[in-house]
């Protein structure tokens, strides 16, 4: 087996009394697509945040390339090749897509006995890595970063990290505010980045979404892995019952039942 890109052994993280991770041991390696599934508050963002810099594992350990790293800052994580798409893409609505692709690592040329923003080039080079994972409607490096949709943004946010020189690649909920065809075209991007030989996270709540594209999963429950298998090992059914806490909603079942059987009789005996 190849070395992972990334690989968590035991990794936990606490914030003072109050335990968020509980001994997470994951990895991922080049072209393969992780999805990391679970409810609100099952602690993926606090798991993204350890990975991408924010946080320290309380204990634990991280590896890149089979050798432990301790990342001290996201811009430290990113340098070396981890990089984060947020939710909403982490871009600016009111920039061009050239200068939001290129935003901190802005190309200059000469002008005179100065340096300044050379536009063309940013343009040239953002429009072309975009329409490199599929999006063909973008063709304008001009062209405002809030007319695009949802998809596009993710689009863009994902073909900066990949030109920027991303190995691995967290993508965070990133189809949760898009329609069906917005999804689909970042779910074909995940593909793409997959083909590229990207190791990819892809953090969702969405059965549908992860099955699409994963090739290996994890159930984050209350900070704990409480599944962690390869595709095709269990139906979304089963996944989706991992999630919800199975034995919770076994509970809940017999409990509605009872209160609906209960109202029953008290309605037989009052006619």
């Known amino acids: 087996m190849a070395t992972p890109i990334i690989e968590l052994r035991g990794v936990n993280k606490s914030f003072g009394p109050v335990d968020v991770l509980h001994d997470i041991s994951l990895k991922v390696g080049a072209g393969e697509v992780l999805c990391l599934l679970g409810d609100n508050g099952a602690g993926k963002s606090t798991l993204i945040k350890t990975l991408s ?3 320290k594992p309380t204990s634990g350990t991280v590896l890149m390339d089979g050798k432990p790293v301790v990342f001290a800052s996201p811009r430290e994580a990113s340098d ?3 990089a984060t798409v947020h939710q909403f893409g982490g871009t600016f609505p009111l920039m061009s897509v050239g200068r939001c692709f290129f935003v901190g690592r802005e190309p200059t040329k000469r002008w005179g006995p100065l340096r300044v923003y050379d536009r063309a080039t940013a343009n040239e080079v953002a429009v072309k890595a975009i329409q490199g ?5 973008i063709d ?3 062209r405002l970063v809030g007319g695009m949709s949802g998809g596009e943004r993710q689009s863009l946010a994902i073909a900066r990290a990949v030109h920027f020189g991303a190995r691995l690649l967290i993508l965070d909920e990133p189809t949760a505010a898009l329609g069906v065809k917005q999804a689909s075209h970042v779910l074909r991007i995940v593909l793409e980045a997959r083909r590229r030989g990207l190791a990819v996270i892809f953090i969702t709540h969405q059965v549908t979404h992860a099955m699409a594209v994963g090739d290996h999963f994890a159930v984050l429950i209350r900070g704990a892995l409480a599944a962690n298998f390869r595709k095709g090992e269990k139906t979304r059914e089963e996944i989706t019952d991992l999630m919800a806490g199975g034995e919770s909603l076994a509970n809940l079942d017999v409990e509605t039942q ?3 059987d209960a109202e029953g009789a008290r309605a037989s005996t009052v006619a």
């Open 53 to 55: 810099g924010v946080h």
């Open 80 to 82: 070396m090749g981890v």
């Open 133 to 137: 994972f599929g999006i063909t409607r």
């Open 140 to 142: 304008d490096g001009d």
């Open 258 to 260: 009872g209160v609906m």
